[in-house]
């Protein structure tokens, strides 16, 4: 679901969602500040055809602004950002975009932080491209260890690499970035 249709939760009101095919089903109800019983993890998703733009440079270390330059000059470019990450160490910050706007968002992010780029505050602004972020999604995982083991146990079970990961603040969200 998106964001935005779980708004009226705010307000009080249940959510109930319905198969289009069966509209008289009982479906699902979405009421906020319930619990959830069973499983922790409710809901998995892909979003495809994304690219990963990783900006990175040993002096970004300790550079107040630096994210707010990237974010900034995407937000000029009118461009909606999947998902972010960036490394303790702040000599990197990746984030994925529709991939259909990787070459475009990439030239124009070399334009804007052209200044960063030639004093070597920033030394890469690298793409890659064809890639899906993989949201695992469930109030139930919140203070629930193991979550994010048995997330990813199963994705190395498979044979595939991790590229980029982010958890939301509420521990309701794994997100992660894969070829």
Known sequence: L????????????????RPFADLAAHGTSIIAGRSVKGAPVRAISGMPDQAMITVSGSGMLGIPGVAARVFGALAHAHVSVSLISQASSEQSICFTIP?????????????????????????????????????????????????????????????????????GATERNISFVVA
């Not at 070597?120 to 629930?144: F, K, N, P, R, W």
């Open 2 to 17: 998106h964001p935005r249709t779980l708004m009226p939760l705010l307000g009080g009101t249940t959510l109930r969602l």
């Open 99 to 167: 991939g259909s706007r990787a070459d475009e968002i990439t030239a124009y992010l070399r334009h804007d932080l052209r200044e960063e780029l030639a004093r070597h505050e920033i030394e890469d602004i690298a793409v890659q491209s064809g890639l899906t972020t993989i949201a695992v999604v469930g109030s139930g995982m919140a203070h629930m260890p193991g979550i994010a083991a048995r997330v990813f146990g199963a994705v190395a079970d498979a044979s595939v690499n991790v590229i980029a990961i982010a958890q």
